[in-house]
């Protein structure tokens, strides 16, 4: 799948692409609405992510002229929350609309959802699966499970656990989970980063004091065990 970024900040475009490469998604970026048109036209991309407020072309705009010759899923991305800025975008063509600042997990998940619906991103059930030894994640309905039992987690317990079990054996330090998962957001203590970790355990471990996947690396951080 090939995914077009267009937003004038050019920290947060590389932190969308990141993220998004890792999950095996193709992406082509742009800085202004002007680009956003002239890429959806040559590229053909498969879903865009447009910020609303750029340069030279608004999202909006460029919203409204991709519209004129594609149905190509598209996500606004804003500062503003107003209700009537959301009806305003999906006046000019757009499928979803997020508020920063946000989680690049819930990006994500909408990403597939559009993917899905339109067509272009469509799987098996069990592709949208993601199960290591007990422990199994529903994505789109983002339910978890232990040895094939629902388990409650929060939304922010499915977000680290997803992100782990995405990278298995890759170890992260604190901060790190802290930028990646907390990224858009506002900064907790680090120590967050400990009491998600240690529920996670209660929930998803036969023995949270001898956990068999959720492991840390004394001095280190935490990982995955696959």
């Not at 920290?11 to 002239?38: C, M, S, W």
């Not at 339910?143 to 039992?149: K, L, P, V």
Request: charged content about 30%.
């Amino acid at each position: 799948m090939k995914i077009l970024v267009v937003d004038d900040e050019e920290l947060l475009v590389k932190g969308i692409r990141f993220n998004l490469q890792n999950d095996g998604y193709e992406v082509i970026t742009g800085a202004n609405g002007v680009q956003a048109v002239a890429l959806a036209q040559s590229q053909a991309p498969d879903l865009i992510i447009l910020d609303v407020m750029m340069p030279e072309m608004d999202g909006l705009t460029a919203c409204s002229k991709i519209r004129a010759f594609s149905n190509v899923p598209i996500i606004l991305l804003t500062a503003k929350a107003e209700d009537m800025d959301k009806l305003i975008g999906f006046d000019n063509g757009a499928d979803d609309y997020l508020t920063k600042p946000f989680n690049i997990l819930e990006l994500k998940a909408r990403i597939r959802a559009l993917l899905r619906r339109s067509g272009a991103g469509a799987k098996d059930t069990e592709e949208n699966l993601l199960t290591l030894g007990s422990i199994s994640l529903d994505l789109d309905a983002r339910n978890a499970y232990r040895s094939g039992q629902l388990v409650d987690l929060t939304a922010k317990e499915f977000d680290v656990i997803e992100f782990l079990m995405r990278n298995p054996n890759r170890v992260y330090s604190r901060e790190a989970l802290l930028d990646t998962i907390w990224t858009y957001e506002y900064r907790s203590d680090i120590r967050t980063v400990d009491v998600h970790i240690r529920r996670l355990r209660e929930k998803l471990e036969d023995n949270p004091a001898e956990p068999n996947y959720i492991m840390t690396k004394w001095g280190v951080g935490y990982y995955f065990r696959k």
